[in-house]
């Protein structure tokens, strides 16, 4: 088993900045992708973005720019860097860890970010 657990949420004002973490722990042979999704009250969840094994970074469009995903792979630990935090940015924040052998996705259980206006 893998457990992913997130961490660094919390109130931020409005354009301000936040820094999310995410460890991967447990009994892992090999962790490929990681990466973020979030949940607005009242939305579907949706992707924010992930990073390969090797560095390479993929970003909604909704954060491009503004968001980066950064890695510490001996630690086996993605970081989300939230920077001109908006209002529609508050959302319960997940993080997934895509497991190989078996093939298997493991996800935190969130951590919530506020943004007040």
């Known amino acids: 088993q893998v457990q992913v657990i997130e961490s660094g949420g919390g109130l931020v004002q409005f354009g301000g900045s936040l820094r999310l973490s995410c460890a991967a722990s447990?009994?892992?042979?090999?962790?490929?992708?990681m990466g973020w999704y979030r949940q607005a009250p009242g939305k579907e969840r949706e992707w924010v973005g992930s990073?390969?094994?090797?560095?390479?970074?993929n970003y909604a469009d909704s954060v491009k720019g503004r968001f980066t995903i950064s890695e510490d792979n001996a630690k086996n630990t993605v970081y989300l860097q939230m920077n001109s935090l908006k209002s529609e940015d508050t959302a319960v924040y997940y993080c997934?860890?895509?497991?190989?052998?078996?093939?298997?996705?493991?996800w935190g259980k969130g951590t919530l970010v506020t943004v007040s206006s």
């Open positions: 997934y860890c895509d497991h190989q052998y078996p093939t298997t996705t493991y």
């Open positions: 990073i390969t094994r090797g560095g390479i970074a």
């Open positions: 447990g009994t892992i042979f090999r962790i490929g992708d």
